[in-house]
T-cell receptor, first 115, second 111 residues
Framework: DVKVTQSSRYLVKRTGEKVFLECVQD?????MFWYRQDPGLGLRLIYF???????EKGDIPEGYSVSREKKERFSLILESASTNQTSMYLC??????????????FGSGTRLTVV | EDKVVQSPLSLVVHEGDTVTLNCSYE??????LLWYKQEKKAPTFLFML????IEKKSGRLSSILDKKELFSILNITATQTGDSAVYLC???????????FGTGTRLTIIP
């Protein structure tokens, strides 16, 4: 089974800190995604990547950046954390044209609180 | 911009009831519609639908897609407390690999 692992389940950071959220997948998937999930707003795409060193903005990229130096790892960076970035962050991966894999496989999420 | 709307936003029913969850969408170059179940952690895959009128079934859960009217329904029969979760609907298009999600329906089953 595909496994997507997010490094932290819960995280508390102070306003202004630089925050790294790590995501690793073990099935050689080309595509990786970062979403945030907020009550009443559903899952919103922050950034995604189709290949190593490639990245594309999603629907809400402001205040975030990403890094994909290796195929299996996709990092989300909050350059200067703010309280409105308190959220549940979900990482996901999929194969190219991955209909055979039934869409995405998600990690367990990181609940980030910025105080 | 792709858009997915789910209804109702929340639903509370008694164990044994049957529920129907709705998902309507607007997508350029529609490819597929997916249903996920999310309990406390990661969303888990339920169904992927690409063709109209073909019911997908898994135990007490079933789903169908209407590509003409641009909606899908997820049915759960003989509900159990373990069905309590947020049910997410998402769509993909042929332009890219992104999933666009609805806000979800929170289903609560009362024993």
């Amino acid at each position: 089974d595909v496994k997507v692992t997010q490094s932290s389940r819960y995280l508390v950071k102070r306003t202004g800190e630089k925050v790294f959220l790590e995501c690793v997948q073990d099935m050689d998937h080309e595509n990786m995604f970062w979403y945030r999930q907020d009550p009443g707003l559903g899952l919103r795409l922050i950034y995604f990547s189709y290949d190593v060193k490639m990245k594309e903005k999603g629907d809400i990229p402001e205040g975030y950046s990403v890094s994909r130096e290796k195929k299996e790892r996709f990092s989300l960076i909050l350059e200067s954390a703010s309280t409105n970035q308190t959220s549940m962050y979900l990482c996901a991966s999929s194969q190219n044209r991955g209909l055979r894999n039934y869409g995405y496989t998600f990690g367990s999420g990181t609940r980030l609180t910025v105080v | 911009e792709d858009k997915v709307v789910q209804s109702p936003l929340s639903l509370v029913v008694h164990e044994g009831d049957t529920v129907t969850l709705n998902c309507s969408y607007e997508v350029t170059n529609f490819r597929s519609l997916l249903w996920y179940k999310q309990e406390k952690k990661a969303p888990t895959f339920l169904f992927m639908l690409t063709s109209s009128g073909i019911e997908k079934k898994s135990g007490r859960l079933s789903s169908i897609l209407d590509k003409k009217e641009l909606f899908s329904i997820l049915n759960i029969t003989a509900t159990q407390t373990g069905d309590s979760a947020v049910y997410l609907c998402a769509v993909t298009n042929f332009g890219n690999e992104k999933l666009t999600f609805g806000t979800g329906t929170r289903l609560t089953i009362i024993p």
